[in-house]
Nanobody
């Protein structure tokens, strides 16, 4: 499956962005969609995941309550709604696909190219 993340940009702290992850190729609905981010000079970290059906979501502590993962399997697209953004959310955000539900990047077989989110204070 090929993934393409989009929707990043420059926003002020407190504002919102919605990232999209468009999939093509293999059946998107078979995969968990994971969201990861990598800030400058930091390792890639898990942000959120949504199961293949959308019935299960999981978030890292720092974004829980502010970010919401969703998906529309009919459109082969996953989303990450990010509210109340903070400067520390600044990073390149990646979407990825996996057969299992995992917060480990090693378990994801397919990756999008990343989209930059910059939050100014």
């Amino acid at each position: 499956v090929q993934l393409q993340a989009s929707g990043g940009g420059l926003v002020q702290a407190g504002n919102s962005l919605r990232l999209s992850c468009a999939a093509s190729g293999r059946t998107f609905s078979h995969y968990t969609v994971g969201w990861f981010r990598q800030a400058p000079e930091k390792e890639r970290e898990f942000v959120a995941l949504i199961s293949w059906s959308g019935g299960m979501t999981y978030y890292t502590d720092s974004v829980r309550g502010r970010f919401t993962a969703s998906r529309d399997n009919a459109k082969n697209t996953g989303y990450l709604q990010m509210n109340s953004l903070k400067p520390e959310d600044t990073a390149v955000y990646y979407c990825a696909a996996s057969f299992g539900s995992s917060w480990s990047a090693k378990d994801y077989n397919y990756w999008g190219q990343g989209t930059l989110v910059t939050v100014s204070s």
